[in-house]
T-cell receptor
Framework: AQKITQTQPGMFVQEKEAVTLDCTYD???????LFWYKQPSSGEMIFLIY??????QNATEGRYSLNFQKARKSANLVISASQLGDSAMYFC???????????????FGSGTRLLVRP | DSGVTQTPKHLITATGQRVTLRCSPR?????VYWYQQSLDQGLQFLIQ???????AKGNILERFSAQQFPDLHSELNLSSLELGDSALYFC???????????FGPGTRLTVL
């Protein structure tokens, strides 16, 4: 069964420093996608970054990068130069194919709450 | 702004009642996904519609139902509401199945 594990319930980081949020996944499907979403206190879910299982290079989006280690089944999110506005919940998710064509769902981890200190 | 709209933003109702949550996907997206976020269950997939047809079902209760209309907007109907149904309900939209899912702002349901 597919599963996403985030082992850090909460983390602190000093403003302007880099931080790594951990995510491990489990799937037997060779084709999968991994996502990170940010949920600020206002509640919305904001897409940050995507990594496909066949992508040769690690994904990057501005200050966000995904450290994809396929053999270890890990997909850690790295935020460089943290800002106060980065304080939020961060969710790792995996796209899980269904039994019908065009049938996909996201499986989410339990999330990591990041607090950026000034 | 993700381009996905959800109404209402907040909903307060009583046990036993029925409510309807509405979602409009991003322009061009054919898929609509519904998710429930609660304190004890986390984020869970409920159901997916693709171009008007149900494509996948997750942990959706029999008291809950959904549909997607010809203009691609979707509605999630929750009936015989219980206290435990209080949660944040998200709609997400995507194009073909492997596309990124973009989430709406959510509807916060409180059942008293």
């Amino acid at each position: 069964a597919q599963k996403i594990t985030q082992t850090q319930p909460g983390m602190f980081v000093q403003e302007k420093e880099a931080v790594t949020l951990d995510c491990t996944y489990d799937t037997s499907d060779p084709s999968y996608g991994l996502f990170w979403y940010k949920q600020p206190s206002s509640g919305e879910m904001i897409f940050l970054i995507y990594q496909g299982s066949y992508d040769q290079q690690n994904a990057t989006e501005g200050r966000y990068s995904l450290n994809f280690q396929k053999a270890r089944k890990s997909a850690n999110l790295v935020i460089s130069a943290s800002q106060l506005g980065d304080s939020a919940m961060y969710f790792c998710a995996m796209r899980a194919p269904g039994r019908v064509d065009s049938s996909y769902k996201l499986i989410f981890g339990s999330g990591t709450r990041l607090l950026v200190r000034p | 702004d993700s381009g996905v709209t959800q109404t209402p933003k907040h909903l307060i109702t009583a046990t036993g009642q029925r409510v309807t949550l509405r979602c409009s996907p991003r322009s061009g997206d054919l898929s609509v996904y519904w998710y429930q976020q609660s304190l004890d269950q986390g984020l869970q997939f409920l159901i997916q519609y693709y171009n008007g047809e149900e494509r996948a079902k997750g942990n959706i209760l029999e008291r809950f139902s959904a549909q997607q209309f010809p203009d691609l907007h979707s509605e999630l109907n929750l009936s015989s509401l219980e206290l435990g149904d209080s949660a944040l309900y998200f709609c997400a939209s995507g194009g073909t199945g492997k596309d990124t899912q973009y989430f709406g702002p959510g509807t916060r349901l409180t059942v008293l």
